[in-house]
């Protein structure tokens, strides 16, 4: 039991290791200074056996998940979540929901809304923003395009500003196409694109109404006596009181729990309404 820990501490160090001889080799290679071959041939050699090492670490986490039982699934399951870090899985992950997004917004799609469910949108804040954000990141793409003169720092500057450009609309689409969500039973489900995802059940509701706050601080902001702020364009405009307190997982996976919501829909009081009407 002690080898597989030591085994994948040491995937990490190597991984932490050659990340910063790799991208010093990449910079050195977009300025067009040509390293010696014997070092580009160390370079690959070196990456190559890291990459065998973590496929080394990975297999044994999956023959151990196997021997306690697990099927294939939950076994391949199990080693990446114990290899790969919980903070870069959910970077991953986020960022794979956004691009998926894109397909369901230029659909005109939703997730995770039934028929019968109220779908509640707040995306109205900072839509103005967003977009300003894409034109800048497009104007940014088109200058550089034109001013770096180097053919190698030029492409490669290229493809991230266009990445650049994709993510941005692509956080807007998941807001979009993530939406609020009440259900008939008086269940609701607040979210924030693919970053935020809180399941609140009808019975853990005491009360909720309109309020409209503009509280200053992070999108999301939780006070020491428990109040979670959700907040878009500076705003929340709905506050829903708990009968009991309820856990929630930050971006990055963090819990934490808290007793009040305070978050935006830009039709809050359809929202309310929808809320406590009864089953």
């Given at each position: ?8 501490r ?21 300025a ?17 056996a ?62 995770g809304?039934?028929?019968?469910d ?19 990141a497009?104007?940014?793409?088109v ?24 993510l ?62 959700l ?16 856990s ?32």
């Amino acid at each position: 039991m002690r080898g597989r820990p030591r085994g994948i501490r040491a995937a990490r160090v190597a991984v932490a290791a050659v990340l910063p001889g790799e991208l010093a080799l990449a910079a050195c290679l977009m300025a067009g200074v040509r390293p010696p071959a014997w070092a580009l041939a160390g370079a690959e050699a070196l990456v190559l056996a890291v990459l065998l090492l973590e496929a080394w670490a990975l297999r044994s986490l999956y023959v151990a998940a196997r021997a306690r039982g697990a099927d294939r699934r939950a076994a391949r399951r199990a080693a990446l979540q114990e290899a790969v870090p919980v903070t870069v899985r959910r970077l991953v992950l986020h960022e794979l929901r956004a691009l998926a997004s894109l397909g369901r917004w230029f659909r005109r799609g939703t997730h995770g809304v039934r028929p019968g469910d109220l779908a509640a949108t707040y995306t109205g804040p900072q839509t103005a923003m967003m977009y300003g954000l894409l034109f800048v990141a497009v104007i940014e793409t088109v200058g550089l395009a034109f001013l770096i003169p180097w053919p190698v720092v030029h492409r490669a500057i290229l493809v991230l500003d266009l990445y650049g450009v994709v993510l941005v609309l692509a956080l807007h689409a998941a807001c979009v196409t993530r939406p609020h969500v009440v259900h008939p039973d008086g269940s609701l489900r607040i979210r924030y694109g693919a970053l935020f995802d809180l399941a609140v059940p009808h019975d853990a509701v005491a009360s909720v109404r309109v309020d409209r706050r503009y509280p200053e601080g992070r999108l999301i902001t939780l006070s020491e006596d428990g109040v979670l702020d959700l907040i878009v364009g500076s705003q929340t405009t709905v506050t829903l009181e708990l009968n009991r307190p309820l856990s929630f997982t930050r971006p990055l996976g963090a819990t934490e729990k808290a007793h009040t919501i305070r978050f935006h829909a830009d039709d809050p009081r359809a929202l309310v309404s929808a809320l406590r009407r009864p089953t």
